[in-house]
């Protein structure tokens, strides 16, 4: 269960930008789940479920020393800017489908696809 925990808190941090917006949604996640009747992929849904509800219009700069515990390739998603970003994170690293990032992000099915194109475009020149 600790490797669930610590993969929704590394994926919602991506895709809130903050440490504290991740660990609100991590907390969130545990307190909606039932531990007896539901899996650890249903936790990582309800996090990721409580993150996207806590993406701001405003976004701080990031700050580079705050991230230092993620791998480089991961790092670089942080630049991404937020709405490419989200979708990204969603789709790609959490591999959710298109309707369900559209669904928790308000958009589209296919914006959710153009953005993630975007953010791998983005990516490949970094």
């Known amino acids: 269960m600790a ?19 991740a ?19 249903a936790l990582f849904e309800k996090v990721m479920c409580a993150a996207a509800r806590r993406h701001h219009q405003w976004e701080p700069p990031v700050r580079t020393e705050g991230r230092l515990w993620l ?14 970003r989200r979708c990204f994170v969603l789709r790609n ?12 992000l308000g958009l589209l099915p296919n914006q959710v696809d153009e953005y993630a ?7 490949a020149t970094l």
């Open 23 to 41: 660990e609100s949604a991590v907390l969130a996640g545990i307190d909606s789940w039932n531990p007896d009747g539901e899996s650890g992929d």
């Open 71 to 84: 791998p480089e390739e991961l790092r670089v998603v942080l630049s991404l800017a937020p709405p490419i």
């Open 3 to 21: 490797d669930v925990v610590a993969r929704s808190f590394r994926t919602a941090y991506l895709l809130t930008n903050s440490a504290e917006d």
């Open 117 to 123: 194109g975007a953010a791998h475009r983005c990516l």
């Open 93 to 104: 690293l959490a591999g959710m489908s298109a309707q369900a990032c559209a669904h928790l």
